[in-house]
């Protein structure tokens, strides 16, 4: 697909990087010569200097024939703007980056008057991927699937868990009904078969129902409780959002924010919320904020260093799930070496979101992915594919099928019934499929077979 991307600050670039992979044709275009040549050079993509809320500047990089415009500058309203005169050069699909609360809340009355294809608030998807986590607060990892009926969920497997130290095919806890499907172990990543022996600090993910997988956890000694109290450092825009979401839940929340008037503003918002003044780097003030007894602390302070710091010092007096902002994604190789539970990228979630748009756009185009997820750092991708009628891997058992290494269905959707298949089961016509693989780029369900 022709994709053109006005603006170049971190949203736009993470954006651009992220369909850049998925092979998409990009245009980027900023007013920012700079900005442009940067992100133009990293990805090899088109770059236009100017403003691309105007009709020249969008026809100059090709929006009347482009497949999306996305407009990702940091004002809401020159997004809104760009997409509507993105829709008069002739462009039918177009993406807003929207975070303030007001916009987002109003948005759906004016969706189709504007011609918005999608809006996406970076704020508010993190925090939701944020509540999710909290949910299983054991869970480093949580995808879902077929609609919300399967999950994906990877967690460490501790030294006195019965599955430690045993074959999969041997470990009979929920059989049939729960699977493992990913081992990370150290900086390697495995599909299993089910001669695969599972060694304590070993990061597994499991596919199950989530009613089901906590079953499972129980019975395998893994910690997976649902957090009940959380601490929230920093009292940005996701904490808002954050807090929202866990407030509803009947969660406890309690922010601490250093900035006196954004604490009033987060109190009139929030009165369920305890907004504590202070400075999140204060160790004092988080010991007798009871750091030590929360369920959940979420680092989301506007410095990533701060972020980083103030999580590895929580991990040493809390047994709290600890998840961390982190934006810069320079940081990333630091962050893996100092073995940082949980961090969140708002910015690359954004663009994974708006792939998956992009990818169901393309379904009714002919590519049948309709949901994909990168997990172990991007090793792994998770994809969901719904069966064709002429899929040569349709009516044929499992066992059959020659297909590729390190690839593996996980999951079949049939009729709202979940099945995790064994070799003597077959994939149907409009069965929806899950598939764990090492291999990049999978298009089409039959892409899982072997070329041998």
Do not use: W
């Not at 994709?3 to 971190?10: D, L, N, R, T």
């Not at 601490?231 to 929340?253: D, E, N, P, T």
């Not at 320079?330 to 969140?344: K, T």
């Amino acid at each position: 697909m022709k994709i053109v991307i006005v603006g170049c600050g971190k949203v736009g670039t993470s954006i651009a990087a992220e369909l850049n992979s998925e092979g998409h044709e990009i245009v980027v275009v900023d007013i920012n010569r700079a900005a442009v040549n940067r992100l133009s050079d990293s990805i090899d993509a088109m770059g236009i200097e100017g403003n691309g809320a105007t009709y020249e500047t969008l026809s100059e990089a090709g929006a009347g024939t482009a497949d999306l415009v996305i407009a990702a500058s940091a004002r809401d309203e020159v997004n809104l703007y760009t997409c509507l005169m993105s829709r008069a050069c002739g462009c039918k699909n177009t993406i807003a980056r929207v975070r303030n609360p007001e916009y987002t809340n109003d948005l759906y009355r004016v969706k189709d008057i504007l011609g918005l294809s999608m809006f996406i608030n970076p704020e508010m998807t993190a925090a939701g991927e944020i509540s999710r986590l909290l949910r299983f607060s054991g869970a480093l990892e949580i995808d879902s699937f077929s609609k919300g009926q399967v999950e994906l969920i990877k967690v460490n497997v501790p030294e006195n868990s019965p599955v430690a130290n045993r074959e999969i095919s041997k470990i009979d806890i929920l059989k049939g009904k729960v699977r493992i499907c990913a081992v990370e172990r150290g900086s390697e990543v495995f599909i299993p078969n089910g001669d695969f022996v599972i060694h304590g600090g070993d990061r597994i993910t499991v596919i199950s129902k989530p009613e089901i997988a906590a079953k499972f956890f129980k019975k395998a000694n893994i910690n997976i409780g649902r957090s009940r109290d959380v601490i929230i450092l920093g009292g940005g825009k996701i904490s808002f959002y954050l807090a929202q979401r866990l407030l509803k839940a009947g969660i406890g929340v309690k922010i601490i924010e250093k900035n006196p008037q954004r604490c009033d503003e987060l109190s009139d918002l929030l009165h369920e919320a305890v907004i504590i003044h202070g400075d999140c780097m204060d160790q004092d003030l988080l010991l007798s904020e009871g750091i030590e007894h929360a369920d959940g602390v979420i680092a989301l302070m506007d410095y990533d260093e701060e972020n980083i710091l103030i999580s590895m010092y929580v991990r040493n007096v809390s047994r709290a799930k600890i998840i961390t902002k982190v934006n810069n994604a320079h940081f990333d190789s630091i962050v893996e070496q100092l073995n940082i539970e949980c961090v969140i990228n708002p910015k690359k979630i954004a663009g994974e979101y708006i792939a998956r748009y992009i990818r169901a756009v393309q379904n009714s185009l002919g590519s049948n992915v309709e949901t994909l997820y990168r997990l172990n750092e991007g090793r792994v991708e998770a994809l969901e594919f719904r069966v064709k009628s002429s899929s040569r891997v349709a009516n044929i058992p499992l066992s059959k099928l020659n297909l590729k290494d390190d690839l593996q269905i996980i999951s079949i959707a049939r009729r709202g019934r979940i099945i995790l298949p064994t070799g003597s089961d077959s994939v149907m016509p409009d069965d929806s499929v899950v598939v764990i693989t090492k291999h990049k780029g999978l298009k089409d369900l039959d892409d899982i077979l072997s070329r041998r």
